[in-house]
């Protein structure tokens, strides 16, 4: 089996946007703000925007199923307030649940959190449980700059985080750290900001204690961890200088890299430097790159095309990178299929 | 013959930052301010900073020269204003010529220019001229971000820098891409800060016509490019998607990358992923880490160990990363001598 452990609902219909779109026009104006019920997206329509994308690919590409969120670029933390960012995220939230009821078996949820700027993270917490205990989901996204590119939040590791942390350890969820647009000129979303806030987090994790105090708490840096694999001997090299623990005792319990690496060199390298234990397969379908390299003949981010040939990876390891690491590392999915993840909650 | 194009004076006496903090301490109070003419640095501590540092490493590693810039990570260019700037960038630049002077075999300047939060860039241009013309240097450190990690000024790719960049073309210096310290407390300096800079701006290059207006302009991104490299395949995707021309067309004439990348596996992605016109030999000595890597036995930024050793990297491709490229992109330097560049200009 294999499982993408990060795919986003890039493909949403079109009215979603135009409610955010809205939404956003009502910041200030609540009496005009538009209700959640006033979004109306037919099944067929959800059908639709998924047969000849997410699920198309899955069929094209051999794999079984998607860890599936609302797309990243547009959670747009830095609009609007708090209160804005807790309709958006159950909106999207909620669609993300009508996705899994209609396709059980190939997608389960991931949620993004309400998160504004400047606002303690514990005002996330009903948000997750509900995604968690309600809908069936399994983990969320965590933004560690819903400013947009100004970085004006603590870094993760500090103190401001910890009541959701909390929850996320009670509720035994992990966070894939994920960043969202960019408003800040210097920084391409997909192409820096992204890369950028992999880096970032990667390098905090290296530094603090984080991991003492919440021992089961774990992140997945997606996009093959930023920066961090292609710099693994600086990163071992400025630990050791700073008298940081090894990495295995440092965070390698507690931090995950995603597959998200558009080609075989990338790839390989992060198979090579980072532990099997500690990677998970993903495409990121559909997201940041969509076209077909010219070099291939393939999809940029039809991922399991650079992992399926390289022979010196052993079997039990590729069952860690397609399968068992994503049951390990989310375990509220754990052992079961989908379909009973999906189950369970819809009752 | 051997090139390390990225060297900081990361050891200078201690004389040199007592004299920093004393222009800090008088900031505001310009009549307390200590003259350039106060810093008193002999011959031999310049000697005893290099000969068990650099120079040893230089020895003991059998590189040749080193293109040797003002330590990065205390530029800070968000301290003070442009006056204060000034100040620092000429003592740091004249003490740089100093060490050319006593090793004129052994090192050729790079400058530090005198960049402050907010001010047009042209205002470094009389202090690259006076480093190029009359201390015989062949570059610049160019930091797209003197703020410090709150990158406010407008991206590389702006006509804001354009000035800057005539004055460049016109000089014939290429520049190094190099931020200073974070003051952003979610950026580690040279943990993320640095990398993320390297990154942002390679993303920065691949959106913009730059060098349809700047032809002959040239940049080096260093720490092996950042993320770019591990990402090639993102890049590449992302540049095809938005109907970008390819790379070699689009930047590759004008975009280069250390190779200061502190593993095998990342020196061989570098080298696989990125044409060997593109990549210059460099460590960043002394710099980000100063340990020995226990895998190895050896000081992890000893950067020729992991490039040595790989077979299939031709002789001829060895000698552009080497050398050829640092002699074509840095031609100021060309084919001369560093002793006949550093006599040309003392003269």
Known sequence: MIIDCHGHYTTAPAALEAWRRRQIAAIGEPGNAPTRASL????????????????????????????????????????????????????????????????????????????????????????????????????????????????????????????????????????MV?????????????????????????????????????PTLRFIIPHGGGAAPYHWGRYRGIAQDLKRPPFAELLLKNVFFDTCVYHRPGIELLLKVVPADNILFASEMVGAVRGIDPETGHHYDDTRRYLEPIDWLSAED???????????????????????VNAAQSA
Chains 1, 2 share one sequence.
């Open 178 to 214: 994920h960043v969202s647009s960019s408003c800040n000129p210097c920084f391409h979303a997909t192409g820096a900001h992204y890369i950028n806030a992999d880096t970032t987090a990667f390098m905090q994790f290296l530094l603090s204690d984080l991991f003492k105090d919440f």
């Open 40 to 175: 109306a997206i037919t099944d067929d329509e959800i059908r639709e925007s998924l047969e000849n994308a997410q699920l198309r690919m899955q069929r094209e590409r051999g794999t079984d199923l998607t860890f599936f969120s609302p797309r990243a670029s547009v959670m747009a933390h830095h609009i609007g307030d708090a209160a804005t960012s807790l309709e958006w995220a159950r909106v999207c939230n909620d669609l993300i649940r009508r996705v899994c009821t209609l396709y059980p078996d190939n997608f389960v949820g991931v949620c993004q959190l309400p998160q504004s700027p400047g606002v303690r993270p514990e005002n996330c917490i009903p948000e997750l449980e509900r995604c968690i205990n309600e809908l069936g989901f399994v983990g969320c996204n965590l933004n560690p700059d819903p400013s947009g590119g100004h970085w004006k939040e603590p870094p993760l590791t500090d103190r401001w985080w910890y009541p959701l942390y909390e929850k996320m350890v009670e509720l035994d969820v992990p966070a």
């Open 318 to 340: 590729r069952g860690k990178i397609f399968e068992g690491n994503a049951r390990r590392v989310f375990p509220r999915f754990g052992a079961r299929t989908a379909r009973a």
